[in-house]
């Protein structure tokens, strides 16, 4: 089984559904409303844990209700917490409008999570144990620099999504093996709109790179080859909150399984394509059962899109 460590974020995720977003200065009335367990770095760790690995997290929640919940969650999840800190004060949220596209927008407050600054040696010990840790930029800088440092030190793959998007130090790119940003943040990284520019001017940093489309798939990119795009499945999207995460652990996994990068993509994106049929971030992540019959079977997706 695949061992993989998650250094993120848990959010509570405040959601609610609209017929479209407001304008600025603009109110609209809301379908309805929901409190569901989040945060990039929860969210990688509940779809790896799901597609199939052994996953433990590093990051905090706060010592109040949410937090209660957001730790109960990942163990639900059969995600070891035992690395999981409470911080005094509030947990992390994530302000979160959907609108009947699917699509969202998303207000990020830290909370606890801006108290993890650095590892412990807890912290770089379970590290050392995993195939891959995965990291995000949820967390502060500090500590993102820190974990992939360490892991490159120690021989353990790094995967880094860098949302929210922000300049990344040359440090944090030197210990990276594979970045994965979604179509706007690899522009916001290189300022290239064209994908396939944008991951060749990102390969100059790290060795391997995957771009994704959202409904158009992903593009994969490494070094001495041409760049290969993967298409996705054609589905209706219901809510697209915690697709690219799905995608992240879900690659992670099988990645790690041995599956070539074709395969592994394909399977990632047969992942993220039934999390947007359902409502929700962790709550919308697929089983792995559930994945393996779509990869092999991709009608079952198929057959409700529009």
């Given at each position: 089984?695949?061992?993989?460590?998650?250094?993120g974020?848990t959010n509570?995720?405040?959601?609610?559904?609209?017929?479209?977003?407001p304008?600025l200065?603009?109110?609209v009335?809301?379908?309805s409303?929901?409190?569901i367990p989040?945060?990039k770095?929860?969210n990688?760790?509940?779809?790896?844990?799901r597609?199939?690995?052994?996953?433990?997290?590093?990051g905090?929640?706060?010592?109040?209700?949410?937090?209660?919940?957001?730790?109960?969650?990942?163990?639900h999840?059969?995600?070891d917490?035992?690395?999981?800190?409470?911080?005094?004060?509030?947990?992390?949220?994530?302000h979160v409008v959907?609108?009947?596209?699917?699509g969202?927008?998303i207000?990020?407050?830290p909370?606890?999570?801006?108290?993890?600054?650095?590892l412990?040696?807890?912290?770089?010990?379970?590290?050392?144990?995993a195939?891959?840790?995965?990291l995000q930029l949820?967390?502060?800088l500090?500590?993102?620099?820190?974990?992939?440092?360490?892991?490159r030190?120690l021989?353990?793959?790094?995967v880094?999504?860098p949302a929210?998007?922000?300049?990344?130090?040359?440090e944090?790119?030197?210990?990276?093996d594979?970045?994965?940003p979604?179509?706007h943040?690899?522009?916001?990284?290189?300022?290239?709109?064209d994908?396939?520019?944008?991951?060749q001017?990102?390969?100059?940093?790290?060795?391997?790179?995957v771009?994704?489309l959202?409904?158009?798939g992903s593009l994969?990119?490494?070094?001495?080859a041409e760049?290969?795009?993967?298409?996705?499945p054609?589905?209706?999207a219901?809510?697209?909150t915690g697709?690219?995460?799905?995608?992240?652990?879900?690659?992670?996994?099988a990645?790690?399984?041995?599956?070539?990068?074709?395969?592994?993509?394909?399977?990632?994106q047969?992942?993220?394509?039934?999390?947007?049929?359902?409502?929700?971030a962790?709550t919308s992540?697929?089983?792995?059962?559930?994945?393996?019959?779509?990869?092999?079977s991709?009608?079952?997706?198929?057959a409700?899109?529009?």
């Open positions: 089984m695949t061992s993989i460590v998650v250094l974020s509570m995720d405040l959601v609610t559904y609209v017929p479209r977003a304008a200065g603009e109110t009335t809301g379908r409303f929901r409190t989040g945060g770095g929860a990688q760790a509940v779809a790896a844990a597609a199939g690995a052994e996953v433990a997290m590093i905090a929640v706060g010592a109040d209700d949410f937090g209660a919940r957001l730790r109960s969650t990942l163990e999840c059969a995600v917490t035992d690395l999981l800190r409470t911080a005094e004060g509030s947990s992390g949220t994530a959907v609108d009947d596209e699917g969202n927008a207000v990020v407050v909370g606890a999570n801006g108290t993890v600054t650095s412990t040696h807890g912290d770089e010990a379970l590290i050392a144990t195939d891959a840790l995965l949820e967390l502060p500090s500590v993102v620099v820190e974990g992939a440092v360490t892991a030190r021989g353990v793959r790094t880094l999504t929210p998007a922000q300049p990344l130090p040359p944090l790119l030197a210990a990276t594979l970045l994965v979604n179509e943040e690899a522009a916001a990284l290189t300022g290239l709109t994908p396939r520019a944008a991951a001017a990102l390969l100059r940093d790290v060795p391997e790179v771009v994704t959202g409904a158009a994969y990119a490494v070094r001495g760049p290969l795009a993967v298409p996705a054609r589905v209706r219901v809510d697209t697709a690219g995460d799905t995608f992240v652990g879900a690659l992670a996994v990645l790690g399984e041995g599956r070539p990068a074709p395969e592994a993509l394909a399977w990632a047969t992942a993220a394509a039934l999390s947007v049929q359902r409502e929700g962790s992540m697929p089983y792995r059962v559930e994945i393996e019959a779509a990869f092999l991709p009608h079952i997706l198929e409700d899109a529009v």
